[in-house]
């Protein structure tokens, strides 16, 4: 007995063929999709690097010198307030109390604990702390300064809690972590920061 063969026929094509065309017409329409969602992916993103940078973008033009290039502006700090309760490990939170031209502000709503200084200046910068327990002793501190081009440099501070940043060669965010064991409840807390570039 010999074997049946089965030849194709045009029907067979054509059911063959619609399937192709459902399939592709799927995956057309799963392809706009995908490229609908990577554009609203995009301009997502693109508004938060927008609202992230929107501090850097507003900050004050650098100041005019004067004809012995010193500068013509009154020097003054930012001052910011900590919060009342400060654990081990952690950065300390701020929220913000005076802004002067020095450039040092917080970096968001969502980053109270990180302060922007701008490139091209030399901070001054100061915590001065009272805790609630009169006697919690010195604190121990470790100052974070994070440049944009990704160095990091970290300073551990014991009693005097002052210190002074190089010449910063890009914009850096700040922040002050306890290096004490336990927590702190703060009574009144402030972190000062003053523009020392000027002669």
Same mark, same amino acid.
């Given at each position: ?28 329409? %799963?392809?706009?999709?995908? =490229?609908?969602?990577?554009? $609203? &992916?995009?301009?997502? @993103?693109? +508004? *938060?690097?927008?609202? /992230? ?45 005076? %802004?002067?031209?020095?450039? =040092?502000?917080?970096?968001? $709503? &969502?980053?109270?604990? @990180?302060? +922007? *200084?701008?490139?091209? /200046? ?78």
């Amino acid at each position: 007995m010999s074997a049946l063969d089965f030849q194709k026929t045009d029907a067979a094509l054509t059911s063959e063929q619609e399937i192709n065309d459902v399939l592709a017409s799927i995956v057309m329409e %799963k392809i706009s999709t995908c =490229a609908v969602d990577m554009i $609203e &992916c995009i301009s997502d @993103l693109q +508004i *938060l690097l927008k609202n /992230k940078l929107r501090p850097a973008a507003s900050c004050p033009p650098q100041e005019p010198q004067g004809l012995n290039g010193s500068s013509s502006r009154i020097p003054c700090a930012s001052v910011f307030l900590a919060v009342n309760e400060w654990k081990s490990g952690e950065a300390l939170r701020l929220g913000e109390a005076h %802004k002067c031209g020095n450039g =040092a502000k917080l970096c968001g $709503e &969502c980053c109270d604990s @990180l302060i +922007i *200084l701008h490139c091209g /200046k030399k901070y001054s910068i100061e915590l001065r702390l009272e805790a609630v327990d009169k006697n919690a002793g010195p604190i121990s501190v470790e100052f974070i300064l994070r440049s944009g081009c990704g160095s990091v440099c970290n300073v551990r501070l014991l009693g005097e809690l002052k210190w002074e940043t190089p010449v910063l060669h890009s914009d850096s965010l700040f922040e002050i972590k306890l290096l004490s064991p336990g927590r702190i409840r703060i009574a009144k807390g402030e972190v000062i920061i003053d523009d020392k570039t000027r002669p």
